[in-house]
């Protein structure tokens, strides 16, 4: 069963914009959470993280926000650069336990 | 390098062979996790180590899947008797032992195909 989701398989934005990926998730037990971002050929590279005791936390351009009570969390981008095509997977965890959950991905493109 | 380094980088065998794919780990990192990805598909879970503890082994898919740490570093990740659904990208990461709330550091990962 697949305890981290990323209903959307690909996403498209212009230059400058935001980009806004989502993440759903079951678990209500996971209390860590990752946005990884992974070019071919390549490994995941760890992107931002967040805690359950906060619903945002920021790094630049990056901003991603905790819903807790939906089990959901989205990735801000702002604003948007080419070189952030790239697929980004979120990922869960619990201190209850060693795996780390992780979504299918969303394969952003970003346009000039 | 400082980062996790695995070898192979590319690995193409025959159905029915045996493989050994290799991961080192950031120096001074005692978790150690093996992910496979398949065409399509998200980060599956295999293994996972910390320190000498007793491995995670709750995600390799068959007995033909089996995995190593010597010396709590280097990790083999050994597929016998290939098939072609074993066919994926093999991911090692690792990560700080502080604490538990820390991300993973992957490597470029190894692109298995069974012909």
């Known amino acids: 069963d697949q305890q981290v989701k990323q209903n959307s398989p690909s996403l498209s934005v212009q230059e400058g914009r935001i980009s806004i990926l989502n993440c759903d998730y079951t678990?209500?037990?996971?209390?860590?959470f990752l946005w990884y971002k992974k070019y071919p050929a390549e490994g995941p590279t760890f992107l931002i993280s967040?805690?359950?005791?906060?619903d945002k936390n920021e790094d630049g351009r990056f901003t991603v926000f905790l819903n807790k009570s939906a089990k959901h969390l989205s990735l801000h981008i702002v604003p948007s650069q080419p070189g952030d095509s790239a697929v980004y997977f979120c990922a869960a965890s619990s201190n209850t336990g060693n795996q780390f959950y992780f979504g299918t991905g969303t394969s952003l493109t970003v346009i000039p | 390098g400082a980062g996790v380094s695995q070898s192979p980088s590319n690995k193409v065998t025959e159905k029915g062979k045996d493989v050994e794919l290799r991961c080192d780990p950031i120096s001074g990192h005692t978790a150690l996790y093996w992910y496979r990805q398949s065409l399509g598909q998200g980060l599956e879970f295999l293994i996972y180590?910390?320190?000498?503890?007793?491995?995670?082994k709750s995600g390799l898919p068959s007995d033909r899947f089996s995995a190593e740490r010597t010396g709590g570093s280097v990790s083999t990740l050994t597929i016998q008797r290939t098939q072609q659904e074993d066919s994926a990208v093999y991911l090692c990461?690792?990560?700080?032992?502080?604490?538990?709330?820390?991300?993973?550091?992957f490597g470029d990962g190894t692109r298995l195909s069974i012909l």
């Open positions: 967040i805690s359950s005791i906060k």
């Open positions: 180590f910390q320190g000498n503890s007793a491995p995670d």
């Open positions: 678990n209500s037990m996971f209390d860590y």
């Open positions: 990461a690792s990560s700080s032992p502080d604490r538990w709330d820390q991300p993973q550091h």
